[in-house]
């Protein structure tokens, strides 16, 4: 059974300072997507990361992945108050040229302060 | 404006009564799932269809059925309601290949009693 777990769970951030959510799981995947989902609303896309050493940048985030310690990391630079929102990141199980059987973290619930 | 509906917004439901959710997309994705959200557990897969006619259990099936009679409708059914599937219920579609970003509804938010 695939386990993924992010941390931290809860994350209140000043606003201009940096910081980094971690995502384990616990089965090989290349295949990492991260997402952000506002209160009551809907999930919305970040990231792709499709192999070892994938990075992607958009504003003041950016994801990396590590299929080989089954890790990935979403860094913030210099937090901003609309960034607060909850992160989620989800791995891939299905395998082979198969695509969208997803396991989600927990997600990480983030706060920025001014 | 291309994208995923989702009917109802939210049900207030009284346990044993059967209710459908409705999904439907308008991208002509060939994949669709299902997804339940409750607090501090994420999301996690109920079902989900590859293609048009096809279907395929998640994580946590037991309870739902669904089908898929074309591309673009994916309703989940629950027989007989439980109020453990009071939930956030959140569709999703995708293209079915690389990258495969999976793209989601505006979620409904179901309670059972």
């Known amino acids: 059974e695939l386990k993924v777990e992010q941390n931290p769970l809860f994350l209140s951030m000043q606003e201009g300072k940096n910081y980094t959510i971690y995502c384990n799981y616990s089965t090989t995947s290349d295949r990492l997507y991260w997402y952000r989902q506002d209160p009551g609303k809907s999930l919305e896309s970040l990231f792709v990361?499709?192999?070892?050493?994938a990075v992607k940048q958009e504003g003041r985030l950016m994801a990396s992945l590590d299929t080989k310690a089954r890790l990935s990391t979403l860094h913030i630079t210099a937090a901003v108050h609309d960034l607060s929102a909850t992160y989620f990141c989800?791995?891939?199980?299905?395998?082979?040229?198969?695509?969208?059987?997803?396991?989600f973290g927990q997600g990480t619930i983030l706060t920025v302060h001014p | 404006i291309a994208g995923i509906t989702q009917a109802p917004t939210s049900q207030i439901l009284a346990a044993g009564r059967r209710m459908t959710l409705r999904c439907t997309q308008d991208m002509r994705h060939n994949a669709m799932y299902w997804y339940r959200q409750d607090l501090g557990l994420g999301l996690r897969l109920i079902h989900y269809?590859?293609?048009?006619?096809?279907?395929g259990k998640g994580e946590v099936p037991d309870g739902y059925s669904v089908s898929r009679a074309n591309t673009d409708d994916f309703p989940l059914t629950l027989a007989s309601a439980v109020p453990s599937q009071t939930s956030v219920y959140f569709c999703?579609?995708?293209?079915?290949?690389?990258?495969?970003?999976?793209?989601f509804g505006p979620g409904t938010r179901l309670t059972v009693l």
């Open positions: 990361l499709l192999s070892n050493g």
């Open positions: 989800a791995v891939d199980w299905a395998g082979g040229t198969s695509y969208g059987k997803l396991t």
């Open positions: 269809s590859n293609t048009a006619g096809t279907t």
């Open positions: 999703a579609s995708s293209s079915g290949s690389r990258p495969d970003t999976q793209y």
